[in-house]
């Protein structure tokens, strides 16, 4: 079965500053992809980026951006220039890639706090 | 607009009373899931579905059921609710394969069983 660790269940940054989520994720599957979640108060799910398994090439959307390393199972999230607006849950979830579902398994969550 | 309707979005039960949660989606979508949000867990599966009358097991199964007598609907059944299934639900859907990639969820369903 597919495990995915979120090994901070909380982390902080100053504003403007850059800061980094971890995630690894444990899979016998070669094909697959991985995503970051953000949950604001307001407890909506929030897709932030999304990477294939079989692209080399590291996603990256505006001020997120992502270290696949797929040897490793680590796929972590650097967000840059932290806003106060980014402040929230972030969760990593893996999803395999098969015709029948779409099922994603989520990591426990990251509490990220912004600093003024 | 595409989405994913839940209903209600906040409810206060007491042990042992039938409860149902709807989920409707306007997408025409194959695939839909439950998901409970629980502090430190993240978000764990219900239960699937991945058509009409096709529904099968997650996780965390339970204490629920579910049914899909139609499409675009896919309630969350909680026969005889207990405290430790007070939890924050999710409803999802999604069509299948490589397309499935973009998840819409619900916008989630506090459910506190006294």
């Known amino acids: 079965a597919q495990t995915v660790t979120q090994s901070q269940p909380e982390m902080s940054v100053q504003e403007a500053e850059t800061v980094t989520l971890s995630c690894t994720y444990d899979?016998?599957?070669?094909?697959?992809?991985l995503f970051w979640y953000k949950q604001p108060p307001s407890r909506q799910m929030i897709l932030v980026i999304r990477?294939?398994?079989?692209?080399?090439q590291n996603a990256t959307e505006n001020r997120f951006s992502v270290n696949f390393q797929k040897a490793a199972k680590s796929f972590s999230l650097k967000i840059s220039d932290s806003q106060l607006g980014d402040a929230a849950m972030y969760f990593c979830?893996?999803?395999?890639?098969?015709?029948?579902?779409?099922?994603?398994?989520f990591g426990e969550g990251t509490q990220l706090t912004v600093n003024p | 607009e595409a989405q994913v309707t839940q209903n209600p979005r906040y409810l206060i039960t007491v042990t042992g009373k039938k409860l149902t949660v709807t989920c409707s989606q306007n997408?025409?979508?194959?695939?839909m899931s439950w998901y409970r949000q629980d502090p430190g867990l993240g978000l764990r599966q219900i239960y699937y579905?991945?058509?009409?009358?096709?529904?099968d097991k997650g996780d965390v199964p339970e204490g629920y059921k579910v049914s899909r007598k139609e499409k675009r609907n896919f309630p969350l059944i909680l026969e005889s609710p207990s405290p430790n299934q007070t939890s924050l639900y999710f409803c999802?859907?999604?069509?299948?394969?490589?397309?499935?990639?973009?998840?819409?969820f619900g916008e989630g369903s506090w459910l506190t069983v006294v």
């Open positions: 990477q294939e398994a079989y692209k080399q």
């Open positions: 979830a893996y999803r395999r890639t098969e015709t029948s579902g779409s099922r994603l398994t």
């Open positions: 899979t016998s599957e070669s094909d697959y992809y």
């Open positions: 999802a859907s999604s069509l299948r394969g490589r397309a499935g990639n973009t998840i819409y």
């Open positions: 579905s991945m058509n009409v009358e096709v529904t």
């Open positions: 997408m025409n979508h194959e695939y």
